[in-house]
Nanobody, 124 residues
Framework: VQLQAAGGGLVQAGGSLRLSCTAS????????MAWFRQAPGKGREFVGV????????YYADSVKGRFTISRDLAKNTMYLQMNSLKSEDTAVYYC??????????????????WGQGTQVTVSS
């Protein structure tokens, strides 16, 4: 499966952006897709995850209540709606995918497929 992320850009603090991640190739109901981000000088951190079949989502505490993950089955696309953006949300955002669910859904090593990353910059 190949993943293509898009939708990054420059936004003022308090604003919103929506990222997308489109999967090409064979996915299945047993697929999980996640968002990670990497700020300058920091490691990659978990943002949120989607269980494709049940549309169940989990989020990092730092984004809970502000970010929402959704999916469009027909388009094989996952979205990350980001509201009330803060300067600390500035990062390159990556989508990732794997077959099968894992309780370590927050760990980047659990994901086999990665998108190319899209830059999100929040100005204060």
């Amino acid at each position: 499966v190949q993943l293509q992320a898009a939708g990054g850009g420059l936004v003022q603090a308090g604003g919103s952006l929506r990222l997308s991640c489109t999967a090409s190739g064979r996915t299945s109901n047993n697929y999980a897709m996640a968002w990670f981000r990497q700020a300058p000088g920091k490691g990659r951190e978990f943002v949120g995850v989607l269980k494709w079949s049940m549309s169940t989502t989990y989020y990092a505490d730092s984004v809970k209540g502000r970010f929402t993950i959704s999916r469009d089955l027909a388009k094989n696309t996952m979205y990350l709606q980001m509201n009330s953006l803060k300067s600390e949300d500035t990062a390159v955002y990556y989508c990732a995918g794997r077959y099968g669910w894992t309780i370590r859904y927050y760990a980047e090593f659990e994901y086999a497929s990665w998108g190319q990353g899209t830059q999100v910059t929040v100005s204060s």
